[in-house]
């Protein structure tokens, strides 16, 4: 009969054998997800007959956009901060079953112009204004992610002759402000390693800097150094070629994935010194949108230091919903980017928009 200890050491072999087969399991069903997990939503989207152009919207101001060839009802979708028109590729072909969609690449980021001057939200949101004009000649549904939806909702306040009804992707409302945004994930991390990263001459790439200083290397512990090799050797390699670790999730995948797309870190700068902000007062905006709006917010999560790892609070929500004359909002157990994450319920918050 085994004595006590060999008992223990008989529970702990079980207890790692277990870990080791759960780690595989979960290690297989990631290598078979990640494969091609970006490129193909892109290729199916193409293969719909979405196709690119630029559009002058001022002189020598241009924006790239890419744009279904059916038609319904008009929807232009404004990614957030780093993202391109691309990010919305997995949502696309379930929304042109009712709208005839429309992607932008802002000011900054892809293929449309990269001026600093630019960089505000008063000037995006007049600029998709006359985009509106050359592109749909009509009112549209207007969906924004992130500091895309800040740019949504002062696009609808300013120019209510355009909008029709505005889907709020989880923006940062308030939780950009300068006295909020140090205790918030984007304020410790992006923010940070932008101005460090912009501060040093030694290192070319922006992603090989972030993935030897990112705060997520404080909340995956002893993986994120392998995470990092990796993503610094495929960079290395084709710095024009998405990176993926085939043996994590996708979720995991989308950190350093989000951030490798062409884009001007003048964008990031322009929130660090809150000139990006000139002339946009985000209470008064919410409070002027006279359309129906739809809320969509991701899950809320703070760290052990109590920092936002949220794009806004349950407080900043309340208040948002206290502006707004008419909202409804939809919460999504999500990362903040729902329209990848959940892409079924971001295209049925957007139908619920239209119907309301």
Request: with cysteine; proline share 4%.
């Amino acid at each position: 009969m085994p004595s006590g200890w060999e008992v223990v050491l008989l529970n702990i072999g079980f207890a790692l054998a277990g870990l080791v087969v759960v780690f595989g399991v979960r290690a297989l069903i990631a290598v078979v997800t990640t494969r091609d997990y970006f490129g193909k939503h892109v290729r199916r989207v193409e293969a719909l007959g979405f196709l690119e152009r630029t559009v002058e919207v001022r002189d020598g101001v241009r924006l790239n956009i890419a744009e279904a060839p059916a038609g319904g009802i008009p929807l232009l979708l404004i990614p957030g901060q780093g993202g391109v028109w691309q990010e919305y590729a997995k949502a696309i072909p379930q929304l042109v079953e009712k709208f005839r969609v429309v992607a932008v690449d802002v000011h900054g980021h892809g293929h449309s112009s990269w001026n600093a001057a630019d960089y505000t939200c008063v000037q995006i949101a007049d600029d998709l204004a006359r985009l509106i004009d050359q592109v749909f000649g009509e009112p549209v549904v207007v969906a924004g992610h992130s500091s895309g939806g800040l740019i949504a909702a002062r696009l609808a306040a300013a120019h209510p002759d355009k909008v029709r009804a505005v889907l709020l992707e989880d923006p940062p409302f308030f939780a950009t402000e300068p006295d909020r945004v140090d205790g918030t994930f984007v304020g410790i991390d992006v923010y940070a390693h932008v101005s460090s990263f912009l501060a040093q001459d030694a290192e070319a790439d922006w992603v090989c800097w972030y993935m030897r200083h990112s705060y997520w290397k404080r909340l995956l512990g002893p993986i994120w150094p392998a995470l990092t090799r990796s993503v610094v050797r495929q960079r290395r390699a084709d710095p024009a070629c998405l990176p993926v670790v085939r043996w994590v999730s996708v979720s995991i995948n989308r950190i350093w994935e989000s951030i490798s797309h062409p884009y001007d870190l003048r964008f990031t700068t322009a929130f660090i010194d809150n000139s990006w902000f000139a002339g946009f007062d985000q209470a008064q905006t919410l409070a002027a949108i006279d359309c129906s709006t739809v809320f969509v917010k991701a899950t809320t999560r703070y760290n052990r230091e109590g920092v936002l790892l949220a794009a806004l609070s349950d407080e900043d929500l309340a208040r948002v919903e206290s502006l707004l004359p008419d909202n409804r909002t939809v919460r999504v157990r999500s990362s903040h980017d729902v329209h990848f994450a959940k892409a079924g319920a971001y295209v049925q918050a957007l139908e619920q928009s239209v119907e309301r």
